[in-house]
């Protein structure tokens, strides 16, 4: 899957492990890389569990349009498609199987 970043910090947080340890912690960024690996490997989201440990899902109230992995709780890792169009399912549900691009937006507590 082809992986972009909403600012640079956020990059080299998300590519650096010195970046990812002082920022985010060792547990923590241990998590963000395995989610990071997983995401770089996958040929589509639907590849990406739905399930623990990942826990891929979309985001719902002000957040809808939005989907997260699960890091080190409370903390996900949240992103949108960034495909040109977005591919829709005929319910008006994003078609995971078609999603092979994502922009990661944040790393944040939801709750």
Do not use: N, W
């Not at 623990?52 to 890091?71: K, N, Y």
């Amino acid at each position: 899957m082809l992986i972009y970043f909403r600012t640079k910090k956020l990059q080299k947080v998300c590519s650096e492990q010195r970046a990812m340890q002082m920022q985010l912690g060792q547990a923590m960024a241990r998590k963000l890389q395995q989610r990071m690996a997983e995401l770089k490997a996958a040929e589509a989201l639907s590849d990406i569990s739905h399930l623990p440990p990942p826990r891929c899902h979309a985001l719902s109230g002000d957040r809808v349009g939005q989907f997260s992995v699960d890091l080190d709780h409370p903390y996900r890792l949240l992103f949108i498609p960034a495909d040109e169009p977005i591919p829709y399912r005929e319910d008006g549900g994003v078609d995971l199987e078609r999603v092979a691009e994502i922009e990661i937006i944040a790393i944040v507590d939801t709750h």
